[in-house]
């Protein structure tokens, strides 16, 4: 089974432009998550998706980020005029149900860096 | 809200060396407890949990115990190998209005020398 595939790895924009990440769960999850890794700190939660819908958005800034997880294809985490302060490793996880029980996955993660 | 603190390094140990990396928490109900290894170029991977008090993880030679009365969670290993070189994140579920998430410690780089 191939684990969670997110790309690209490592994505370059300049300040201003759009960064747009993938993320495709594992086979058979229905649920997405994206976290956000500044340098030198630890994860901090942005979003959590369910097929279609936003389930929890408490961790994601209120202007310039969006997220969607549609019936059909990746989850996507779109970031528009980005800022000097967006440079980090974000990483979506997916789980095949919700709770403690049920582990979430994490992808390789993407590296974006806003130059 | 909940929060993890965990012991940052960097740290350096000799192989054979053993490892404690200490994590301790705040939370308003019983979370459940993780600690997850990333390793050099990828993303995190789970090492071992626990969903209750008392509850011991283990995996690859590390342990952890949920300790409810410290409220912390410490990682374990009697003798790490080159292989066990990674960031350590300590972890937990915190629930809120139908929303499970992990919330995560800084996280501490160990580096293990032959």
């Known amino acids: 089974n191939a684990g969670v595939m997110q790309n690209p790895r490592h994505l370059v924009r300049r300040r201003g432009q759009e960064a747009r990440l993938r993320c495709s769960p594992m086979k058979g999850h229905s649920h997405v998550y994206w976290y956000r890794q500044l340098p030198e700190e630890g994860l901090k939660f942005m979003v959590y998706?369910?097929?279609?819908?936003?389930?929890?958005e408490s961790g994601m800034p209120k202007e310039r980020f969006s997220a969607e997880f549609p019936k059909e294809g990746p989850s996507i985490l779109r970031i528009q005029q980005v800022v000097r302060g967006d440079s980090a490793a974000y990483f979506c996880?997916?789980?095949?149900?919700?709770?403690?029980?049920?582990?979430?996955?994490f992808g390789d993660g993407t590296r974006l860096s806003i130059l | 809200g909940d929060s993890v603190t965990q012991m940052e390094g960097p740290v350096t140990l000799s192989e054979e060396a053993c490892l404690t990396i200490n994590c301790t928490y705040t939370a308003t109900g019983y979370p459940s407890l993780f600690w997850y290894v990333q390793y050099p170029g990828e993303g995190l991977q789970l090492l071992l949990k626990a969903t209750k008090a008392d509850d011991k993880g283990s995996n690859k030679g590390f342990e952890a115990t949920y300790r409810k009365e410290t409220t912390s969670f410490h990682l374990e290993k009697g003798s790490v190998q080159v292989s066990d070189s990674a960031v350590y994140f300590c972890a937990l579920s915190e629930v809120q209005g139908g929303s499970e998430k992990l919330v995560f410690g800084k996280g501490m780089k160990l580096t293990v020398n032959p």
């Open positions: 996880a997916s789980s095949q149900f919700q709770g403690s029980n049920q582990p979430q996955h």
């Open positions: 998706l369910q097929k279609e819908n936003i389930i929890d």
